[in-house]
């Protein structure tokens, strides 16, 4: 009687070690899994850097035709599903007053997963892949389709003044720069 009763403890020993092993484990891949905090306006991480940054510069100094501004739309709608999860999007505009700051800029969210599910729930983790970063670039174009004219186009110094700026130096890992509607190839 006393060996069965020690080899029922043994089990019970071993039950309850692998039930604690196993909530322990648990535990460790749902912390280690968690996504990123993000940054309400710009759904950027706030407790890791930039994975990258894409900068989509829209040239309104000239007139264009109509197949430029499709091609404008194609060009930003392939360089925004170039960009990964955790990666800044941004559309500036260069047309007379040659301002640095973007129409927008705003980092991708990512389409939902188990993980983000879990923490932030699909809903929101949907609305803000389509609505935020998806539907407001597409409003943004809509906008930057009707051009501007100017009596030149400062192409190099608005690069040049991107380069410099602090989500677009050269510790952000994964850069590119695209200039708009045929004036220049992509960098």
């Not at 188990?114 to 609305?127: E, M, P, Q």
């Not at 930057?144 to 989500?167: F, K, M, N, Q, T």
Request: glycine letters at 6%.
């Amino acid at each position: 009687m006393r060996r069965e009763r020690e080899a029922a403890n043994r089990r019970y020993a071993g039950f309850t070690a692998g039930v604690l092993f196993s909530v322990l484990a648990l535990t460790a891949t749902v912390w280690l899994m968690r996504p990123a905090d993000l940054d309400a306006a710009t759904l950027c991480p706030t407790n890791r850097p930039l994975a990258g940054h894409t900068v989509v510069i829209v040239d309104r100094t000239d007139r264009w035709t109509t197949a430029m501004g499709a091609a404008l739309t194609q060009l930003v709608e392939n360089a925004q599903r170039d960009t990964d999860k955790y990666e800044k999007f941004s559309i500036v505009s260069l047309d007379a007053n040659q301002s640095v700051h973007p129409l927008f800029s705003i980092c991708n969210p990512g389409t939902p997963t188990f993980w983000s599910d879990l923490y932030r729930g699909r809903r929101y983790t949907t609305r803000d892949f389509e609505q935020r970063f998806v539907g407001a670039a597409e409003r943004v174009i809509e906008d930057v389709r009707e051009p501007s004219e100017a009596r030149s186009s400062p192409i190099v110094e608005y690069v040049h003044r991107w380069l410099g700026s602090d989500d677009f130096n050269a510790t952000v890992p994964h850069r590119r720069l695209i200039p708009g509607v045929g004036h220049a190839p992509e960098l």
